[in-house]
Structures are given as C-alpha cells and as structure tokens.
C-alpha cells in the first residue's frame, strides 16, 4: 500500500476539520483553511453581491434631482448612499478571500461580472422608486436575512447592518406606494404600472428554479445559503399578497393563488432572464458605460490618496 504523503494526509485533516465545522455551525473564518471550491464561490458570490449594490444606485440615482419634494430627495440620497456603503462592506468582506478590489472592479467595469440583472431595467417614473423599494428591496430582505447565518464569518458579519438597512428601504418603497395609491386617478395608474413592470423581474431575483441552479445546492451544502431559490421565492410572494391588498395594488398574476401547500404562479419568463443576465437586456450597455466613466473620472482621487498615504508613511518612518 503506498502511503499518503504529509501533504494529502495535512489536506485530509483540514478537509474534516473544515466539515465538521460546517456541521457545528461555526463559522469560517479568512485564516482558516477552506476548500478551492468553497473560496472561489464565495468571491463569486460576495463580489457579484458588492457589484449589485453598486450598480443598483444608478436606477434610484437617476430620480435625485426630480423628486417630488425635499424631503423625498434627502430621503432618496441617503438611500443610495446606504447602497454605496453596503457595497464597500461587501467587497471588503471579499477581499478577506484574497481577491483585490481593484481585481472586482476591473471584472466588473470589463463586463467579465456579473450582477443582479434587477438593474438593467429603467425607471421612467417616480413610482418606479415605491416599486424598487417595496418588491426589490423586498426580495432582498427575503433572500439577504439568511446570510447573516451565512458559514463565511465576514461575510455573515456584513450581511447584519446591510439587512437593517434594507428593512428601512423597504418600508420607504411601501410607503411611496401607499402614498400614490391614496392619490389620484394618475397617481394610482403610475403606482401600478410600476408594480406591473417591475413584480416578474422581483421574482426573478431569486434565480433561476431549483433543478436549473448550478451553483444554489452546493451553497446550501456548505450554509453559505440556507433556502433554496424556489424556497425564497415562495417566502417572497407570501410576503407581498397581504401588503398588495392592504395598498390596494393588483399583483400582476391572474394565475397566482394558494393551493394549501404553496403558491401557485404564471410561469416566470427565464428566457428574459437569461438575456438580461447575458447583458442584453435593456439598461446593461448604460448601467456599464456610467459604471466605466465614474471609474476613469475618478482615478484622480485614487491616485492622490496613494500619494498621500506614501507620503504618511516616509513620515512615520522618518520619525522613527
């Protein structure tokens, strides 16, 4: 019998280690030792995370200069700033994984990544902010609060300021709603052409069905995710029937219905999602220009900040 060597029984070790680990719900830690697959899918997935924050500012971002009052503006530009912000916890957290991020950005601004394909639609009116708020930051919430029992410890971490916020968000999104539907005729008419617009891209957000999903059971078996997409899926529209009616919105099913065991829909339109994902959906050329352009007219900054932080440091060493 040939014997291991150190090597392979050094792995072996670190492989029951790590599972059982998995299997006491303890978390993973950036120092402790992990399996290639595991690493590479967190980045994947805490990168396109970050990436879906950051470009999910420019929907809501395009609606600062036109909302209605100042209260609604203040209200909408400490939103994004909160989206800026999860973004930056999100790719720290991702970095603790070895990647860089200046690597993410590149990948991102490249095309090379990926993120949520919620934000490649428009927001050609002001209730396309209540929609946002109310079913995507709704879905997020849905998918999101489970993260924060996520295996990988920075980023469950993350994941419990991120979710609060979100909540807020949300109840903004409602809010917004419920205002226009207490409207006018016109008001009502906007509200719900936004909800129709933007309820199947909501569901969407989830991915795609359990038996299609590469990646979704394997997540699961490590506690990165702790629900399945249709799971999540089902939670979500479970969530938003009893708040559509108190708004007096009509969600955009004439299929949808409780069968005792679940919820029952029309079927969700995955060849859309696949081409929005794919990049051709109808925001994903602007939504990466505007990502480009902000990047190359900020290297100034970036490259002044790496000045002064080199002149902080002969500084110190000087002084020393």
Known sequence: MTTPAPTAIEDLDEQANFDALIAAEQRIEPRDWMPAAYRKTLIRQISQHAHSEIIGMQPEGNWITRAPSLKRKAILMAKVQDEAGHGLYLYSAAQTLGITRDEMTEQLIEGKARYSSIFNYPTPTWADMGAIGWLVDGAA??????????????????????????????????????????????????????????????????????????????????????FSNDELRQRFIGMLVPQAEILGITLPDPELRWDGDHWHTSEIDWT???????????????????????HEEGAWVREAAVVYAAKQAAKQEAAA
Request: proline share 6%.
């Open 141 to 226: 919430i849905c998918n999101q609060v489970p993260l924060c029992r996520a295996s990988y410890g920075p980023y469950g971490r993350a994941m419990v300021r991120i979710c609060k916020e979100e909540s807020f968000h949300q109840r903004q999104g409602f809010e917004i709603l419920l205002t226009l539907m207490q409207g006018t005729e016109a008001q009502r008419d906007m509200a719900q052409d936004a909800v129709n617009r933007w309820y199947w891209p909501s569901l969407m957000m989830f991915g795609p069905p359990d038996d299609e999903s590469p990646n979704s059971a394997q997540s699961m078996q490590w506690k990165i995710k702790r």
């Open 272 to 294: 859309e999602f696949h081409e929005v994902l794919s990049g051709r959906g109808p925001m994903n050329a602007v939504r990466l220009q505007n990502r480009r352009a902000a």
